[in-house]
Nanobody, 126 residues
């Protein structure tokens, strides 16, 4: 069956960096568009970033533009979210997701993604 497994979360100070990884199994990885979402306590889950099949297009939420970078390695069936200059408001559970696409412009919509990981916690203290 399809599995997505996140890793790399943790607790850091504001201004520090983390790199999240999501490794997939059970699917034809290069056929999927990939996304990162997050959910903070008491808030709805939101799209953070997404990357298309070959990595030629990437998308970011306004709140993370210039600080986060998404990438993928199709040979390793893994994609990443590099998070720099972390802020306390980035504290959330982070989820990776995979979908067949194309989004039609809705890269941030949960219903564009079929498979989801279990989540990894990121905590940023001031």
């Amino acid at each position: 069956q399809v599995q997505l497994m996140e890793s790399g979360g943790g607790s850091v100070q504001a201004g520090e960096s983390l790199r999240l990884s999501c490794t997939a199994s059970g699917l034809n990885f290069e056929h999927y568009v990939l996304g990162w979402f997050r959910q903070a306590p008491g808030k709805e889950r939101e799209g953070v970033s997404s990357i298309t099949w070959t990595g030629d297009s990437t998308f970011y939420a306004d709140s993370v533009k210039g600080r986060f970078t998404i990438s993928r390695d199709n040979a390793k069936m893994t994609f990443y979210l590099r998070m720099d200059s972390l802020k306390p408001e980035d504290t959330a559970m982070y989820y990776c997701a995979a979908g067949l696409g194309p989004y039609g412009g809705r890269w941030y919509a949960e219903d564009e993604y079929k498979y989801w990981g279990q989540g990894t916690q990121v905590t940023v203290s001031s």
